[in-house]
C-alpha cells in the first residue's frame, strides 16, 4: 500500500503531469507522506465492518502499516546517523 503513496508523492513532483492536470507540482517530505498514510488508514479501517468477521483484517492490517513506518523511519534515522 504505502507503494501508493510513494507514487502520489512522484506524480505531485512532475511538473509536466501536474501542468495537465492544472494543479501546482510540490515536493512532498517523508513526514508528510507519513500524516497522509496515516490518514488514510484511519479512514479505511473506520469503513470496515465489524460484525463481518473483519476484526482481525483491521488488526492485521494495521500491524502492518505500522510496522512499516516503523521500518521506514528507522532506516531514515540510521542513514542520517551513519552518514
Not at 500500500?1 to 506524480?11: G, R, S, T, W
Not at 512532498?28 to 473483519?54: G, Q, S
Amino acid at each position: 500500500m504505502f507503494f501508493y503513496f510513494v507514487e502520489y508523492k512522484a506524480l505531485l513532483a512532475s511538473s509536466s503531469l501536474c501542468h495537465h492536470y492544472y494543479i501546482e507540482p510540490r515536493k512532498i517530505n517523508f513526514f508528510e507522506l507519513i500524516y497522509i498514510a496515516i490518514i488514510f488508514w484511519k479512514n479505511f479501517i473506520m469503513r470496515l465492518d465489524i460484525a463481518n468477521n473483519t476484526f482481525l483484517y483491521k488488526i492485521k492490517f494495521t500491524l502492518n502499516m505500522v510496522g512499516y513506518i516503523l521500518d521506514k523511519v528507522i532506516k531514515k534515522i540510521v542513514k542520517q546517523i551513519l552518514g
